[in-house]
């Protein structure tokens, strides 16, 4: 049996976990739910070592595990998936796993072997890998997700513990790994899965652990809760929130035009090709496409950090600052987490050029912008003066979402901006997005997701992204089905 | 003429060789020593002392290891345990043994302006190799130092890139967050890896003093340290780069005594300044960081 007993943990003045009492039996699969910033990321680093709980302990079978070792807890049998994958960049994808359990550890390192043990286990989940030797830098978020998942199970865990695993992953990647959940919890492992999918989580778990703002606030089982009950529990009142829906658009005039935009990356394989559309003010076009078919690189493009092969990107309000980007990975791209939120909100131009004059800047303006949004954005977090890495992901996001918005842009490109975030934040962020195509005067906004749900909702017009090409859907195509294939590359 | 130029230019690129693999090993692992100049000063000085007083060339190199250790102990705890800015560490390490060694110096041997002298490490020729023509002489006919060194290029590029432990060591440069829930140990891994780069920055040391000059005098290493730390930038993190970099370099050093020798007009300070100025034309070219540790300099601290 897996039990935290009493964890208490504070990062600065944020209490993360309040005298957190939590237990899985084997053979179970547990879900522990809650908002973003319950605490259910830090629960997770404590159970595995990565973090030192302040006051209590965490106990496997009988015996305490000594805090803060990731050592002692891999030792004991507890491996853990992080939410934003613990890879190796610069290091191919055999490396990275050699580092897991792959590698037996006696004579000289083989990573064929390594290799040839993970492709055994990929061809049993059904995860498709990269090809050999290729280095982490270049995979897809999804891809990454695998080889992490593929990591953890190389330690042969008693214990898998897994952050948002299922948020990444292709509905056909989902059966399987669900199956294999089923199958560790045959083998009377413990399965603890974090996760703000409710419907998942009543779907797959035996218990239910809801956490909410560092507490435990109830235990209970698929047969004795709904998504309503469990939505009421992490929320800690029943959300009203009208789902978003996308209005009729009135496309105003054009603001952003691409013209085959065409992109070869460095081995001169096509990762762009010929792209051609347009985005006018006050409309939502959706970018729908499965992880790794050229949207990150899209979007490089677009931000101006990558330059394109061939083609041209047309904004037709020429000056600096008209368009704001949201890249999909916050942590490394968007936001610089050793710096405080006001500092943050201010690395976007127009944002800085409000609260500096004459190349002089005023930390107090910034300070009182950053409360305003703050508020505005219901970003939770003790105040301007906290460091945007002490901020859980939901409200990271949230204050990437409103420096975007704060910067008043002609275009938003989205990537990818809901993924691990709750209800509450996944129905405000969409709030923002649409206030802002829509508000007068509005903007134009490129929303590139894999969730077909969330462009279904949102989206005015729908694009299908697959192979670096670009396909316009007609108006009327609302079918999850057909632009699932679409999406997956089948020509009509 | 010719055999004289490329035999001092592999004699001098040694020591920089030697200290730019023990920093490769370094910075693989996430950390940047800025202080190689000083565990390279106090290797110098120890080697020297310990076998002018000993007679004994053997115990002075036993002696340049045991202190390049030690300043690397030094680095090591304020860097690796206690996170202290590694720049600014590295720069007071070097500043440091600067000074000790200078005091050391006069305290022990006084200021005669006298030079003490010892006997160079002994030339071991390669038999029938070092008979071959120009090849011989230039690259079989040095002592075990030299010959140690450039065997040490291929070792730490397959220690580095294929085995178990050069995984884990770059792990930690990459990502020793990753690596630490990983249960690797990231202080333990950066601690052997400044305790090797401290053993070969202070043989490198030695090699001034026993090989080289066979003397001391203040401030030997003449920035060697720093030309070391550049061949890691130039070499591109490849042991074989350090390699070539560091020939050039010590190629640069003996055409400026080569230059000097002829007695040209120029003033020789100018030659004197010509490694210098090389380090910094291939830097401006080198300077990238594509091939750097993604997490080089930062010091790791868990939350």
Known sequence: ?492 | MLEAFLTSAITMATPILLAALGELLVEESGVINIGIEGAMLAGAFVALAIAYFSGSTALGLAGAIAAGVAINAIFATLVVNLAVNQVVTGTAVSILALGLTGVFYRKLFGVTGKAFMVAPIAKIPLGPLARIPLLGPVLFDHNGLVYFTFILVPTLWYVIAHTRYGLRLRACGERPEAADALGLGVIAIRWQALIVSGALTGLAGAFLTLAYANTFVENISAGRGFVALSVVIVGRWNSWGLAAASVLFGAAMALQFGLQALGTVVPYQLFLALPYALTLVVLAGFGGQAAAPSALGEPYRRQ
């Not at chain 1, 908002?35 to 973090?51: I, P, Q």
């Not at chain 1, 009421?232 to 935009?261: F, K, R, W, Y």
């Open chain 1, 1 to 492: 049996m897996l039990s935290a007993n009493a964890i208490t943990r504070r990062f600065g003045r944020t209490l993360a976990l309040d005298a957190v009492d939590f237990e899985a039996l084997p053979g179970e699969i547990h879900a522990l739910v809650g908002e973003n910033g319950a605490g259910k990321t830090t629960l997770m680093n404590v159970l595995a070592g990565s973090l030192a709980a302040d006051h209590g302990e965490a106990v496997l079978d009988g015996r305490s595990l000594p805090a803060g070792s990731p050592r002692a807890a891999l030792a004991a049998g507890i491996a853990a998936v992080h939410q934003s994958p613990m890879l190796f960049e610069r290091m191919t994808w055999e490396e990275n796993l050699a580092l897991g359990g792959f590698d037996t550890g006696a004579g000289a390192l083989d990573l064929d072997a390594v290799a040839t043990r993970a492709r055994a286990l990929a061809a049993k989940l059904g995860f498709e890998m990269p090809p050999a030797g290729a280095t982490v830098e270049h995979r897809s978020v999804a891809e990454r997700v695998r080889l992490e998942v593929l990591r953890a199970l190389s330690f042969n865990p008693r214990v898998l513990i897994l952050d948002e695993p299922t948020s990444v992953l292709a509905p056909s990647e989902l059966a399987a790994f669900l199956d294999l959940l089923r199958s560790l919890r045959a083998d009377g492992r413990i399965v603890v899965m974090i996760t703000h999918k409710l419907a998942e989580a009543i779907a797959v778990a035996d218990r239910i652990t809801v956490l909410r703002r560092g507490r435990v606030v109830a235990r209970t089982t698929p047969a004795q809760t709904s998504e309503e009950k469990l939505a009421g529990l992490m929320i800690g009142e029943i959300v009203t929130q009208p789902a978003a829906s996308a209005p009729p658009s009135h496309p105003g005039d054009p603001v952003l035009q691409i013209e085959n935009l065409t992109l070869d990356d460095h081995t001169g394989r096509r990762i762009l090709d010929r792209l051609s559309f347009r985005v006018a003010a006050g409309e939502i076009v959706g970018i729908a496409g499965v992880d790794g078919n050229g949207q990150t690189e899209l979007v490089e493009v677009l931000a101006g950090v990558r330059r394109p092969t061939s083609g041209k990107v047309t904004l037709h309000d020429g000056s600096s600052g008209a368009m704001a980007v949201i890249p999909q990975n916050r942590d490394l791209d968007g936001l610089i987490l050793d710096m405080r939120l006001w500092e943050n909100l201010i690395l976007a131009r127009p944002l800085r050029e409000q609260v500096t004059s004459h190349g002089w800047l005023n930390a107090s303006r910034a300070i009182d912008l950053c409360r305003q949004l703050i508020d505005r954005f219901r970003i939770r977090a003790p105040g301007p003066e906290t460091l945007a890495g002490a901020l859980s992901g939901g409200n990271r996001q949230r204050l990437e979402v409103a420096r975007a918005i704060a910067s008043r842009p002609r275009v938003i490109v989205a990537h990818n901006i809901c993924r691990g975030l709750d209800l509450a934040a996944t129905a405000e962020v969409h709030r923002a997005i649409l206030d802002f195509a829509f508000a007068a005067g509005g903007g134009a906004v490129i929303l590139i997701s894999s969730d077909l749900d969330e462009l279904l909702a949102i989206c005015g017009r729908l694009l299908i992204i697959s192979r670096g090409k670009i396909r316009e859907t007609s108006p009327g195509e609302r079918d999850p089905e057909r632009l699932g294939l679409l999406m997956a590359g089948a020509r009509d």
